[in-house]
């Protein structure tokens, strides 16, 4: 794919997600926390007293990024540039690091002042950024999986991708870009895109990638958020205050809205599970956040998975702390290697309950010594029939009526023609789903 189309994407996500409100008065670091409406909806404060995403990297794969902002000092990791071909990604200045650095913010700031209680604070203020810069396509066509491929090679545990390429499908060194960092269980999540259309967008649309929508403060679907099969999950995406490098944006902060900004706060409350569950897996990191999504009250009863809002929109403190199964180890995304999705990516496998979320049912295989044990059992019981018909037939010659007594031939029991009997149609077996499994039940 052409990587200008991806410049645009990022372009298009930085102006069409990005309504910078010019005309505005500065606003004051204090007031720039009281308008982060995410954090009180998710009721941060009690969050953090769970976790604070600790000991977790999560790559940005976007423009460059101002790691010297006050808000990000020291949460930013140097990085590498592939628009320049090598260096710190993390020395962005001016607005061609606007994106990459509101990203950051939403995901690891963790703001400034006395207790840090001014500027941006991030969902997971504890979490490291890893600053990966996509190219702007000047030196011709490029792929973005030389990008996610280092970020896995890193240490990233969770990758942020808010953009899109312009593609509906990923190219084959994306997509093996993709399974390579799914290969050592890392969660990748994206943008569904700001054009309020139906159409796939890579790479939130591509298998592997867990795909987000934006909602408002109501809990409502932003009308440019794009929509499919593929959104999972939705996240905070109107109005949404971020940090900025630019000096006169509200005094080096923006505000925003998109699927951009819906992405940055579920790869903060990944790294939050991330940190509280290290033993889980990607799969199923995203397992908890599906099963623990909610809908708005005007949605209550909604089929689950809906084509806008997915399973609903994260509420990160119930995946914290609600007790919830672990699942799959695949979540859901479809096994790697090319078989079958897993239990916990086919709805028709899983069940609903009346809040809405997703129970997911786990399936496993026969184990060897299982089949081995049925099939010693099949053959003994083979030895034991031939065993027994020799028996009688032997008995039989030695018993039987002389030829043409009694049952020889001609006799009372010689052979009688067969009379065939009408066919009688058998009963479906109990649990069949003559009309296919039951749906899930409605959402909440």
Same mark, same amino acid.
Request: aromatic content about 6%.
């Given at each position: 794919? #052409?990587?200008? =189309?991806?410049?645009?994407?990022?372009?298009?996500?930085?102006?069409?997600?990005?309504?910078?409100?010019?005309?505005?008065?500065?606003?004051?670091?204090?007031?720039?926390?009281?308008?982060?409406?995410? *954090?009180?909806?998710?009721?941060?404060?009690?969050?953090?007293? @769970?976790?604070?995403?600790?000991? &977790?990297?999560?790559?940005?794969?976007? #423009?460059?990024?101002?790691?010297?902002?006050?808000?990000?000092?020291?949460? &930013?990791?140097?990085?590498?540039?592939?628009?320049?071909?090598?260096?710190?990604?993390?020395?962005?200045?001016?607005?061609? !690091?606007?994106?990459?650095?509101?990203?950051?913010?939403?995901?690891?700031?963790?703001?400034?002042?006395?207790?840090?209680?001014?500027?941006?604070?991030?969902?997971?203020?504890?979490?490291?950024?890893?600053?990966?810069?996509?190219?702007?396509?000047?030196?011709?066509? /490029?792929?973005?999986?030389?990008?996610? =491929?280092?970020?896995?090679?890193?240490?990233?545990?969770?990758?942020?991708?808010?953009?899109?390429?312009?593609?509906?499908?990923? #190219?084959?060194?994306?997509?093996?870009?993709?399974?390579?960092?799914?290969?050592?269980?890392?969660?990748?999540?994206?943008? !569904?895109?700001?054009?309020?259309?139906?159409?796939?967008?890579?790479?939130?649309?591509?298998?592997?990638?867990?795909? @987000?929508? !934006? @909602?408002?403060?109501?809990?409502?679907?932003?009308?440019?958020?794009?929509?499919?099969?593929?959104?999972?999950?939705?996240?905070?995406?109107?109005?949404?205050?971020?940090?900025?490098?630019?000096?006169?944006?509200?005094?080096?902060?923006?505000?925003?809205?998109?699927?951009?900004?819906?992405?940055?706060?579920? #790869?903060?409350?990944?790294?939050?599970? =991330?940190?509280?569950?290290?033993?889980?897996?990607?799969?199923?990191?995203?397992?908890?956040?599906?099963?623990?999504?909610?809908?708005?009250?005007?949605?209550?009863?909604?089929?689950?998975?809906?084509?806008?809002?997915?399973?609903?929109?994260?509420?990160? *403190?119930?995946?914290?702390?609600?007790? /919830?199964?672990?699942?799959?180890?695949?979540?859901?995304?479809?096994?790697?290697?090319?078989?079958?999705?897993?239990?916990?990516?086919?709805?028709?496998?899983?069940?609903?309950?009346?809040?809405?979320?997703?129970?997911?049912?786990?399936?496993?295989?026969?184990?060897?010594?299982?089949?081995?044990?049925?099939?010693?059992?099949?053959?003994?019981?083979?030895?034991?029939?031939? @065993?027994?018909?020799? &028996? &009688?037939?032997?008995?039989?010659?030695?018993?039987?009526?002389?030829?043409?007594?009694?049952?020889?031939?001609?006799?009372?029991?010689?052979?009688?023609?067969?009379?065939?009997?009408?066919?009688?149609?058998?009963?479906?077996?109990?649990?069949?789903?003559?009309?296919?499994?039951?749906?899930?039940?409605?959402?909440?």
């Amino acid at each position: 794919m #052409s990587f200008t =189309r991806t410049l645009r994407a990022v372009g298009g996500a930085v102006v069409a997600g990005a309504l910078l409100f010019g005309t505005a008065p500065v606003a004051s670091a204090d007031q720039i926390r009281n308008e982060q409406w995410p *954090l009180q909806k998710f009721d941060a404060e009690s969050i953090w007293k @769970v976790s604070t995403g600790r000991g &977790v990297t999560v790559a940005v794969l976007d #423009s460059p990024v101002d790691g010297s902002h006050a808000d990000l000092s020291g949460s &930013v990791l140097p990085g590498k540039n592939f628009m320049t071909g090598g260096g710190p990604a993390n020395q962005g200045t001016g607005t061609a !690091a606007d994106h990459g650095t509101a990203m950051a913010s939403l995901i690891a700031g963790h703001g400034h002042g006395a207790g840090g209680s001014d500027g941006v604070k991030g969902l997971a203020p504890d979490v490291k950024i890893l600053p990966v810069t996509i190219p702007d396509g000047s030196q011709g066509q /490029v792929d973005f999986g030389p990008q996610l =491929r280092y970020a896995v090679d890193q240490g990233a545990k969770v990758v942020n991708m808010s953009f899109v390429t312009g593609e509906s499908s990923a #190219s084959p060194e994306e997509q093996q870009a993709i399974d390579y960092a799914r290969k050592h269980d890392v969660l990748l999540i994206a943008g !569904a895109g700001n054009d309020g259309v139906a159409t796939p967008a890579i790479p939130a649309a591509a298998p592997g990638v867990l795909a @987000v929508g !934006a @909602v408002d403060d109501r809990g409502e679907i932003w009308k440019k958020s794009n929509f499919g099969p593929h959104v999972k999950l939705t996240a905070p995406g109107v109005n949404i205050r971020s940090a900025s490098p630019v000096a006169d944006i509200h005094g080096k902060y923006r505000l925003a809205d998109g699927t951009s900004d819906s992405t940055a706060y579920v #790869s903060a409350a990944a790294a939050l599970l =991330r940190a509280k569950f290290p033993d889980l897996t990607a799969g199923q990191i995203a397992n908890r956040l599906i099963k623990t999504a909610s809908l708005p009250a005007d949605q209550q009863g909604t089929s689950l998975p809906d084509q806008h809002y997915g399973y609903g929109s994260i509420n990160p *403190l119930s995946a914290l702390t609600k007790d /919830v199964p672990a699942g799959s180890k695949d979540g859901p995304f479809p096994a790697l290697g090319g078989g079958p999705s897993g239990p916990s990516s086919d709805p028709s496998s899983a069940a609903g309950d009346n809040s809405g979320n997703l129970t997911i049912q786990s399936h496993k295989g026969l184990s060897a010594p299982f089949i081995i044990l049925m099939l010693v059992v099949v053959v003994v019981l083979l030895v034991i029939v031939v @065993v027994v018909v020799m &028996v &009688v037939k032997k008995k039989n010659r030695r018993n039987g009526p002389p030829p043409g007594g009694f049952g020889g031939p001609g006799g009372p029991g010689g052979f009688m023609p067969y009379q065939q009997q009408p066919y009688q149609q058998q009963p479906g077996a109990p649990g069949s789903y003559p009309q296919g499994p039951p749906t899930q039940p409605p959402g909440q």
